[in-house]
């Protein structure tokens, strides 16, 4: 008897979800994902900036999110209404997890408890090792491509490199 395992291959995209770039990155993440489903593994990391004052509150209840199990669409809620977070801040944070089905008093705690501090710091740490200046910013076998220049031939770069990589697993 053999066990298998799906082919899989990584993509990595470090993001800040207060950042206009990334909510028009969006689209092609979506795209991405509903191509290749279980095959591409896309892992959202987080690079909050310093210009955006509730992008590091945002990484830290999308953490809470994903351990109460929506992480994704957590993630993709708070993205399409980045103007919204940049005036209401935290309480549209807890509001968006309540309107998911999510424990909003668990989220408010985490935010005010900083359980998720340390996943956040170790994202934009190595993203700054490997010379992460924006966002978005993806990572697939090793190549950096940066989405805050614009996002024209991207997703058709990480297709290209994703079919190379899984027809590499055949």
Known sequence: MSLTTPARATLDIWCELQCPDCRTALEDLRALRAHYGDALEVRLRHFPLERHKHAYA????????????????????????????A??????????????????????????????????????????????????????????LDGGKGQDGLRERITEIADRLLARQD
Do not use: C, F, N
């Open 87 to 144: 005036r209401r801040g935290e309480p549209l944070l807890v509001e968006i997890a309540g309107e998911l089905g999510l424990d909003a008093e668990e989220m408010d705690t985490a935010l005010i408890d900083g359980r998720h501090l340390l996943i956040v710091d170790a994202d934009q740490a190595e993203g700054k090792a490997i010379g992460v200046t924006g966002t978005p910013t993806y990572v697939i076998d090793g190549e950096r």
């Open 58 to 85: 945002a990484a830290q209840a999308a953490e809470e999110a994903a351990d109460q199990g929506s992480g994704w669409a957590y993630i993709e809620a708070v993205l399409e209404r980045t103007e919204e977070l």
